[in-house]
T-cell receptor, first 113, second 113 residues
Framework: GENVEQHPSTLSVQEGDSAVIKCTYS??????FPWYKQELGKRPQLIID?????GEKKDQRIAVTLNKTAKHFSLHITETQPEDSAVYFC????????????FGKGITLSVRP | DAGVTQSPTHLIKTRGQQVTLRCSPI?????VSWYQQVLGQGPQFIFQ???????GRGNFPDRFSARQFPNYSSELNVNALLLGDSALYLC????????????FGQGTRLTVV
């Protein structure tokens, strides 16, 4: 089955700096890669996603890149703000009858004011 | 426009008991998935239902079961509760479940004592 690994496990940046979170996946059949942000005690919220036929996608300060050959994808946050502090999860899903999201273990991003 | 709703929000049960968790998907969404999130980990896939049929099952024992109703709401049942079942149980709603955006409910925090 699919295995998604996320690194680093924690990341601390200064407000205004950029943050990059990387994930790798194992199943070459995976074709959809969402990123979720989870604040303490709250639900995971979808912040951006990318499909395998696209190499990069941007939404304001957030971007995601996908390298299918290397089987890794990354989340880029520019001009970080304290409210970006949260746990970020990457996930992958493979097309097919059993379409389940496989999540990474999450990374705790801390943005220092 | 209502999001994914889950009930109850918190629950305390004793070992050996049974529990039923409920989920109502976003209007128009036909797929519901259940995930278990233990502290410090990413959500783990339990079940996916689409059009009232089970589409996928994760690596969980038979004590876990679920169903989906004609109105697309869903229940997750866990029998013979163990201490290790203590977790946040998340329901995710998506239009078809086939590599489409999934939106999470706020979760049910289950504590087994």
């Amino acid at each position: 089955g699919e295995n998604v690994e996320q690194h680093p496990s924690t990341l601390s940046v200064q407000e205004g700096d950029s943050a990059v979170i990387k994930c790798t996946y194992s199943d070459s059949a995976s074709n959809y890669f969402p990123w979720y942000k989870q604040e303490l005690g709250k639900r995971p919220q979808l912040i951006i996603d990318i499909r395998s036929n696209v190499g990069e996608k941007k939404d304001q300060r957030i971007a995601v890149t996908l390298n299918k050959t290397a089987k890794h994808f990354s989340l880029h946050i520019t001009e970080t703000q304290p409210e970006d502090s949260a746990v970020y999860f990457c996930a992958a899903i493979a097309a097919g009858a059993n379409s389940k999201l496989t999540f990474g273990k999450g990374i705790t991003l801390s943005v220092r004011p | 426009d209502a999001g994914v709703t889950q009930s109850p929000t918190h629950l305390i049960k004793t070992r050996g008991q049974q529990v039923t968790l409920r989920c109502s998907p976003i209007s128009g969404h036909k797929s519901v998935s259940w995930y278990q999130q233990v502290l410090g980990q990413g959500p783990q896939f339990i079940f996916q239902y689409y059009e009232k049929e089970e589409r996928g099952r994760g690596n969980f024992p038979d004590r876990f079961s679920a169903r989906q109703f004609p109105n697309y709401s869903s229940e997750l049942n866990v029998n013979a509760l163990l201490l290790g079942d203590s977790a946040l149980y998340l329901c995710a709603s998506s239009f078809t479940g086939f590599d489409t955006e999934a939106f999470f409910g706020q979760g049910t925090r289950l504590t087994v004592v």
